[in-house]
């Protein structure tokens, strides 16, 4: 059977608290494969070389997550090369053979925040919510024809205490679970 796929972005997982303790219990999950990114390409991506390499683990998975900090109000660079490196070749040199074979698959972000909820509103210290700071990558999940599902956030990452940090990584596992069972699967092709 082929694995729901996790992409992690973590500039420095050796330094990660919150993302580290999603991703090693959605790591325990049967049928998830979660892929360290950071460790995967150290020095950035190139879109020739590394970008095939990436279109097949994707064209691969039934289902795909998106896991980072959010950084700036942003994605951490690898996680926007990786985007500019993979979504351009499957999606505008590569249409027919990669990017028409993606569409149609679930992608569901799991973003870590540093601040809390509350900040994320109109007039709070963010201003925005944290769905609108996602627009960018919603409309690229529109123009990729990917199936959008509401994102895992998890506020105060860099402050929680063990107990907390302990319930969130809980809280993803039971939403992967619940996702995964209610989200129909595209056809994974063979990588």
Wanted: aromatic share 10%; charged share 20%; with cysteine.
């Amino acid at each position: 059977m082929t694995k729901t796929l996790i992409l992690l972005f973590h500039p420095d997982p050796s330094r990660s608290k919150a993302n580290a303790a999603l991703a090693s219990a959605a790591a325990r999950l049967p049928d998830i494969d979660v892929v360290d990114m950071q460790s995967v390409y150290p020095y950035g991506m190139d879109m020739v070389r590394d970008g095939e390499r990436e279109a097949a683990r994707l064209l691969a998975a039934p289902r795909i997550v998106l896991q980072f900090p959010v950084q700036w109000y942003s994605t951490p660079p690898l996680m926007k090369a990786w985007q500019d490196a993979v979504l351009t070749r499957m999606f505008y040199l590569a249409y027919e053979a990669e990017g028409r074979a993606l569409e149609g698959t679930p992608l569901m972000l799991a973003a870590t925040a540093g601040n809390v909820p509350e900040a994320y509103h109109p007039g709070g210290r963010n201003m925005f919510t944290i769905e609108a700071l996602f627009a960018p990558l919603r409309a690229t999940a529109n123009r990729c024809g990917l199936r959008w599902s509401s994102p895992f956030i998890v506020y105060e990452a860099d402050k929680l205490p063990p107990e907390a940090l302990a319930a969130a990584a809980d809280d993803y596992v039971l939403r992967l679970t619940e996702w995964i069972a209610s989200t129909p699967a595209r056809e994974a092709k063979a990588a």
